[in-house]
């Protein structure tokens, strides 16, 4: 005999199914409309590009998981759920596609792989939900904020599960038990719960099998409908969202040119940043629905993790909340400072204040949420519309404005650092393959002029051809930028350009992760291309052509990953490779948190010039982490981690056993003593706010 079975065996009315389906179908339907009309509050914007990327990037999470299982245990969990799920989707639809067409495949050898494929999958989906339960119930951790919706979507599924297995097993029992034995091992699930009820009555296993059969089908129904209301609703908007992701760099920030449009349109930079939620672009707004509430953002969100009032994950979900009210109470504010009476802001602006912009909300999202324009767009307002920021950040924008630099007391002009050294400088007439872009801290901080002359001593080991702008660099605006300025970063970007348009300049080594990305990601909007290039990949291409030689090694070496560097800009190998010829003993060690998951310095998003007192100080929660890898000597890659790191060293390391380095500094050290060396700069000093 051949290996089939009965559709619809014992079911009476099974024509009614399409009812229903249409019925979920259409709840379904009315529920993304509903979302997608408060989308198109939102400003336009294209994402509709590269959509060959877009699909292989969507296949990639969606059956690959490739961000989910960064976390393994949730990641494997859900995994699992998926993976079962859609084998039961595929498996019914498959019944589906037989009865409407007519032609019986599901049977012989292709029908016993259908049921013991969709079977075992089903075990695996049943695996999955226990395993999320048991996190949720018993592992509880501190980022999982479980609420009633989370307890219904997973019981609702393992309730699917169970009854799929049910229904199949109570038929076997009755069809294929005794009869068929050979064939009902090939449905796992179904044959286990047949063999529990295989002494029963058949007629009565009948009537429990139709009432099952139909409890069934209401259960799937209903869950398809309330895909759009609840907690799976991710599986609709979070598909979306990773498709419609930014394949621009998570550093790279946009604005229209504010000077251009005063001159061509004044009414429509009226109110600039982003005050209320149509102001948004419809992406925004997607990416609120499609928030999973998974807490990811929230546990590696270093300002969240010092005690500040920031919370990634209730930010986005505050404003879902909002958006969802919107058509409600219109007079509701969507950020503000806490009213007395009245509708309450959705986000206080204490809590957009305390991003640092390090990426790692973005980085762990498993549905690509963008949470770092949102809050730069509401700064923008606080800033611009409404001149509303704290004292600090507003004497730095002034100082920018002022003196085209950031510091206050800087301890030198932007001559100082080189007044002893025979460097080319464009402006005396000088021309060079690569402008040593310096960058304010570089040229004024005293511990970050040891840098950068450290890094001159480098340049010319290996007889690399250099310049430097010398007076005429100005800072390139990304402090400005990254706390709401953005037309204090718009004239810093354009003078730049326009002075390096005006020498010829292509090529850029900069020591500055943010000068880098700003340089590489950002002046490209306003004209300026650059061949852009980190000191720490210089150095490593240094090294490998043979360029640069090290006369000695350095031992007990760990490496801190700056944001603008590694997440925001993906450069984690260079550094490391050039530590790796440094430490040719294997005396380099990672630390715990590396690489994409670095923990921020605290110094982002202004914080090298700002303060707002957190509970445990960022850049101390890092030494600690310096501490517990055991290596004396962390090499950085930017002048303000060094400054943070420096100043954690000197609170919580008073008797100095442990040092921060720029890589430059220790490929300087290393290099052979006949070297040409640069003299010794003042001693450290302190200037970023502790």
Known sequence: MTPTREIYWNIVGEALIYVFALAAAGFLARGI?????????????????????????????????????????????????????????????????????GIHFLEGTFYLGYSLLSDSFGILGIVGLCMALYRRAVLRPARLHSVLDDWIALGLLLLIFLQGFLVEGIRIAVTELRQQPELARWSPGGYAVALLLGGRDPEALRVLHRFTWWFHALTAFGFLGYVAYGKLEHIVYGALNVFFRNFAPSGMLTHPDIEAALETDPESIETLGVGALEQYSWKSLLDLDACLNCGRCEEVCPAHQSGVALNPRTLIRDLKDHLSAADADPRAPMFGEPREGGPQPAVLEEEVWGCRTCGACQQECPVYIEHIPKIVDMRRHLVMTQSKMGEAAQKFLKNMDERMHPWTGAQHDREAWYADLDVKVLG????????????????????????????????????????????????TGDPARRVGGELTFQICAKQNIETLGRYGVRKIITTCPHCFNTYANEYPEFGGRYEVVHHTQLIRDLLTSGRLKLAKAIDSLTYHDPCYLGRHNGIYDAPREVLAALSKSGGFVELRRSQSRSLCCGAGGGYAWMDDAPETRINHMRLEDVKACGARTTAVSCPFCMQMLGDAIEARDPERRLRAADIAELVAEALPASEDAAPAPPAPQSTIAE
């Open 33 to 101: 409309w509903r979302r997608v009309r408060l989308w198109r509050r939102g400003r336009p914007e294209a994402r509709l590009d590269r959509i060959p990327e877009r699909m292989s990037g969507l296949l990639r999470e969606v059956f690959g998981h490739h961000r989910s299982l960064r976390d393994p245990y949730p990641g494997i969990a859900h995994l699992f759920i998926f993976y079962g799920f859609l084998a039961q989707f595929v498996a019914t639809a498959l019944i589906a596609i037989q009865e409407w067409t």
């Open 428 to 475: 005396r007439g000088d021309t060079a393959e690569y402008l040593f872009w310096v960058g304010c801290t570089g040229a004024m901080i005293d511990r970050n002029i040891q840098v950068t002359r450290a890094m001159v001593k480098v340049l010319r080991a290996a007889d690399v051809d250099f310049a430097i702008l010398g007076p005429e660099e100005v800072c």
